[in-house]
């Protein structure tokens, strides 16, 4: 069945570092990607989003590029703030389903 | 941007009784719904998915009989845990959409419930 695969977490660094989080899915047909983050004892809020091949989506200085030859969407940003601490979900979705989730990946800054 | 809402944010309540959540789409109306259950450090776990005026579809290995949902109307859905035992603690989350279109779904904050 179709799936999503994150990076293990926790991911930790230092604040104005560049960081990226891996995701790759597996999917019949053509998902729409997703990105969500999750702030402590918070729901979820959407990042950002791509519907096709080599859209990025982007958002707060996020990066995200839908990659269908390598099954990919990985997460970027240039330079990490301690706000950005949270746990990022990556998730697909197919017309008709509930989204798929990763199981997330923790990311810590320090100052 | 959209809004989803949860009421409560938090809930204690004792061993054996029933508890009711509501979700509501603040300023859209949502054709899907969703219920969603987080364990510490865990990802999202789905447990339904409902439409306006349809009975919800569970996934498997969660109770219908135990979580009631309903989503009588396009901007309100509600999970009820019925006679709640203490492994029903968790963090339960709904989740709306408008469409079909992208799939794009928005959350509500969270309801935290702890079954004493």
């Known amino acids: 069945g179709d799936s999503v695969t994150q990076m293990e977490g926790p991911v930790t660094l230092s604040e104005e570092a560049f960081l990226t989080i891996n995701c790759t899915y597996t999917a019949t047909g053509y998902p729409s990607l997703f990105w969500y983050v999750q702030y402590p004892g918070e729901g979820l809020q959407l990042l950002l989003k791509?519907?096709?091949?080599?859209d990025k989506g982007s958002n707060k200085g996020f990066e995200a590029t839908y990659r269908k030859e390598t099954t990919s969407f990985h997460l970027e940003k240039g330079s990490v703030q301690v706000s950005d601490s949270a746990v990022y979900f990556c998730?697909?979705?197919?017309?008709?389903?509930?989204?798929?989730f990763g199981k997330g990946t923790t990311l810590s800054v320090s100052s | 941007g959209a809004v989803v809402s949860q009421h409560p944010s938090w809930v204690i309540c004792k061993s054996g009784t029933s508890v009711k959540i509501e979700c509501r789409s603040l300023?859209?109306?949502?054709?899907?719904m969703f219920w969603y259950r987080q364990f510490p450090k865990q990802s999202l776990m789905l447990m339904a998915t409902s439409n306006e005026g349809s009975k919800a579809t569970y996934e498997q290995g969660v109770e219908k009989d135990k979580f009631l949902i309903n989503h009588a109307s396009l901007t309100l859905s509600t999970l009820t845990v019925t006679s709640a035992h203490p492994e029903d603690s968790s963090f339960y989350i709904c989740s709306a959409r408008a469409g079909t279109g992208s799939g794009t779904q928005y959350f509500g904050p969270g309801t935290r419930l702890l079954v004493l």
């Open positions: 998730a697909l979705y197919k017309a008709g389903t509930a989204l798929i």
């Open positions: 791509a519907t096709k091949a080599d």
């Open positions: 300023d859209f109306q949502a054709t899907t």
